[in-house]
């Protein structure tokens, strides 16, 4: 069989290579940690930090096709795998989707609306795009920002100094601005886009979970959405699936939106399975694990649809784990450990998903 790499060593990576292995692929994650939830699962795996070119090199020769579980791994080295062996999703997907500036003019170019925002390379712009945007508002860094790391509120015009301190002076970067100042956006709910995009142009969505944070980090996806969201589901659909098209997407594409009083607004999109996608494990026909290595494999999608009424996926964040024995002994609920041993707070541990009343439309083969 065919060999998966995987750049990335975290849950999705080990959700990942769980579904590669089902679809018969052997899997070699590649991650700078020397241990992690991919690395226990996969088949084969090499520890080396992204900017390791020789490291790289010899991950590149023993894999078939590569992709990536986090969008925060540097473009600069998947170029740079590119040009060794076929990455799904592309350089240019990448580019675009972990550079903040970069994904909201994308969907600006393809219709969508943003939250207002500034660039901002420090005190004297962030006073300024104040002035311009107001408050309420969040200073974002521009990379590597996940769970609501690398933000900031300001609550009033004052609070710019404060937040400019908070994320932490980020580094100028090469190319572009190290922050951005977004308008804090007055949501009714929040949504996802998660659709998949096989290399024939194929494109499959599945229903539109609606995502409820807390600190930051999501805490559960609901499907069926509230009909709020349901309303401004197919709108967000479009442009997403427009944004993949722009792209060339290879694999799994997730759009975030806020539902507002006038329609959907974007917030940022991964170019990856994601977190607010877990529900799809049990809750779809196919889980957005197996259609994304579908996808990067050049094989047909598989259905998105729903498997039962009503879907909830529901993190466990540090100790929220420990409620281990009582999930198992709830019938109706699917629970997924990490296998991560320090329960730090805010840390996702693993996850549950419970599918109400699954529907028994499906028949087995005769
Ligand atoms: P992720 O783990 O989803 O990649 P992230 O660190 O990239 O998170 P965002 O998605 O930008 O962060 O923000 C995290 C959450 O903070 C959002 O889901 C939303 O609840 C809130 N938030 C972010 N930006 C705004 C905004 N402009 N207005 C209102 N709320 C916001
Ligand atoms: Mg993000
Ligand atoms: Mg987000």
């Not at 799904?88 to 609306?113: D, M």
């Amino acid at each position: 069989g065919s060999t998966v790499g995987i750049l990335g060593g975290g849950q999705l990576g080990r959700m990942l290579a769980v579904a590669a292995a089902q679809l018969g692929y052997r899997t070699h994650v590649y991650a700078p940690e020397a241990s992690g939830p991919a690395t226990e699962v996969a088949a084969e795996w090499t520890q080396g930090r992204f900017e390791d070119a020789d490291a790289m090199r010899a991950f590149a020769a023993k894999v078939d096709i590569a992709t990536y579980e986090f969008e925060n791994v540097d473009p600069h080295a998947v170029a740079y795998l590119s040009g060794r062996v076929a990455v799904a999703p592309s350089a240019r997907s990448l580019e675009i989707s972990h550079y903040r500036p970069a994904e909201k003019t994308v969907v600006a170019e393809l219709g969508g609306r943003t939250a207002e925002w500034r660039p901002v390379d420090g005190p004297d712009a962030l006073r300024r795009a104040v002035d311009e945007i107001g408050a309420p508002a969040i200073l974002k860094t521009t990379l590597f920002g996940y769970d609501g790391k690398g933000q900031a509120r300001l609550d009033e015009p004052a609070d710019a100094e404060a937040a400019w301190s908070a994320i932490g002076r980020p580094h100028p970067i090469e190319h572009g601005v190290p922050a951005i100042l977004e308008r804090r956006v007055d949501f009714r709910a929040e949504f996802s886009v998660v659709l998949a995009r096989s290399a024939a142009g194929e494109v499959a969505v599945y229903d539109t979970p609606e995502n409820v944070h807390r600190d930051g980090i999501l805490h559960t996806s609901t499907v069926p959405a509230s009909p709020l969201v349901l309303d401004q589901a197919p709108d967000a659909i479009a442009l997403a699936t427009r944004v993949a098209e722009r792209l060339g997407h290879i694999g799994v594409l997730t759009c975030e939106f806020f539902a507002t009083e006038d329609g959907p607004v974007f917030n940022e999109m991964a170019p990856r399975v994601h977190n607010s996608g877990h529900w799809t494990i049990e809750g779809a026909v196919t889980s957005q694990f197996e259609n994304h290595i579908r996808a990067i494999c050049g094989l047909p999608l598989g259905s998105t649809a729903r498997t039962g009424d009503r879907v909830v996926m529901e993190n466990l964040i540090g100790h929220e784990a420990d409620r281990w024995p009582d999930l198992l002994r709830d019938p109706a609920a699917h629970l997924h450990l990490y296998g991560k041993r320090d329960a730090k707070p805010g840390r996702k541990m693993g996850h549950a998903t419970w599918v109400e009343r699954p529907l028994t439309g499906s028949k087995p083969p005769r």
